[in-house]
Nanobody, 125 residues
Framework: QVRLVESGGGSVQAGGSLRLSCAAS????????MGWFRQAPGKEREGIAT????????DYADSVKGRFTITRDSAKMTLYLQMNSLKPEDTAMYYC??????????????????WGQGTQVTVSA
């Protein structure tokens, strides 16, 4: 069973930075599209970024392009999300996700096979 555990959330003022991590375990193969989605109360789930665990290649939602960077350490089976220039509208619960196959955009991690328990990010004005 794949297990994803997020960490690194917290509270920050607008303009600040946070780095989220996602430790993965239980993989039986490495053909996974990995990514992050977020959900704020009363809002729809929003896909943020994706990267293939082996192939690399990244995609970003327009709302975070140029501010967020997704990376992975395949050897450590860890996914990261560096978030810079944070805005109050980035406030949400952030989830790490994994879906078998290539990424080809953000869609694969909107309804993923696996996801973590989430980590809260709060950005104050």
């Amino acid at each position: 069973q794949v297990r994803l555990v997020e960490s690194g959330g917290g509270s920050v003022q607008a303009g600040g930075s946070l780095r989220l991590s996602c430790a993965a375990s239980g993989y039986t193969h490495r053909n996974y599209c990995m990514g992050w989605f977020r959900q704020a109360p009363g809002k729809e789930r929003e896909g943020i970024a994706t990267i293939h665990l082996i192939l690399g290649g990244t995609d970003y939602a327009d709302s975070v392009k140029g501010r967020f960077t997704i990376t992975r350490d395949s050897a450590k089976m860890t996914l990261y999300l560096q978030m810079n220039s944070l805005k109050p509208e980035d406030t949400a619960m952030y989830y790490c996700a994994a879906e078998t196959g290539i990424c080809g955009g953000i869609a694969p991690i909107l309804r993923p096979e696996y996801w973590g328990q989430g980590t809260q990010v709060t950005v104050s004005a």
